[in-house]
């Protein structure tokens, strides 16, 4: 069976992959969504069926332990990851998957699974990027500048990126992630079964 | 400035690759049409603008001599060649090219220019390919007999290309040429002065 790959979308904050991944999995029921594992009580806002698994931490470090992520993280004294087993079991099976992730967490996902395909999201310009900040209206000038550094450090990481998307367009934004994906799709070493298929029919 | 590609579109004798590449065209004028140069004169329906140009049998061998084709082959008498000077301009320049042509041709570009990215088309069966050839009511039984062995031995070369279309529907197998061309145009080596210009802007 032709196995299934792994996508990782990536993108400085404020650079509207959520909001791209949202849209394009709309349309898209073809390809699964990758959860995270977090080590935190759920909100209350929150169902286990959404992007995080909740776990404890005592469970998290052992899941840690067994060598059960692709990645992980510490932050303000929680533990986010990204599981190995689903994406594996989604592979195997000739399923894509897709995880939406920080620079960072991107960087460690290429380190422990080399063949993922991936897709770094840029703002049209810093100065949008700057706007969509102060738009959304819950940081201070000082939190924001410091964002706008960040996403300057991050944007001179693209080079680690397989594809590059610039949001000026939602929909066509999300068209681009259509093409990237679809078009791997096409890709001679997935398409070896169709092939024999075809040769068959003589 | 951000270099163009040249793509290579193959397949075997009806699976339908003339009609997916003049569908594409109609929509897409950011890509150049590659024409052959051909050492015959012009029969009464063709124009200098067509697909070929009409050279005679010594310009097209002092062409040759100055090394200016791609690949070039010979055919009852005659000589067909893809000219390398378009093709080279264009990519300076920025613009997509695209070269029709057959499974060997194909593999000659691809030894002269191994950054071409190159697509083959299948008709989704053997049978259907029959099918086809015998709608055509163009050529006796041996000669279809001889067509679809030959379509057999050109599909097993299948793993030279890059991408595999099958041409079960018009539409899709063009959108599936579209998602190729579009999706290249994405990679991060095609997007540079694009990042330049976003970290400019701060």
Chains 1, 2 share one sequence.
Do not use: W
């Not at 693209?158 to 000026?168: P, R, S, V």
């Amino acid at each position: 069976m032709n196995k299934g790959r792994l996508f990782i979308l990536s993108g400085p904050s404020g650079s509207g992959k959520d909001t791209i991944l949202n849209e394009f999995l709309k349309d898209n029921k073809d390809i699964k969504l990758s959860m995270s594992t977090v080590s935190r009580p759920m909100r209350k806002d929150e169902t286990q069926d959404s992007k995080y698994h909740h776990v404890s931490k005592e469970e998290f470090l052992n899941l840690l332990n067994k060598n059960e992520f692709l990645e992980y993280n510490e932050y303000l004294g929680n533990y986010y990851g990204t599981p190995k087993t689903p994406v594996l079991n989604a592979i195997n099976n000739g399923i894509d998957m897709i995880v939406e992730i920080d620079v960072n967490g991107a960087g460690n996902i290429r380190k422990s699974f080399p063949d993922a395909i991936s897709v770094f999201i840029v703002p049209p310009s810093l100065k949008t990027l700057k706007e969509r900040l102060i738009g959304r209206g819950t940081e201070t000038e000082e939190q924001i500048e410091k964002r706008l550094n960040k996403a300057f450090d991050e944007i001179s990481r693209a080079n680690e990126f397989d594809y590059i998307i610039c949001n000026d367009d939602l929909k066509k934004a999300v068209n681009d992630l259509n093409s990237i994906i679809k078009s791997n799709r096409l890709k001679y070493e997935r398409q070896i079964e169709l092939l024999e298929r075809v040769q068959k029919t003589c």
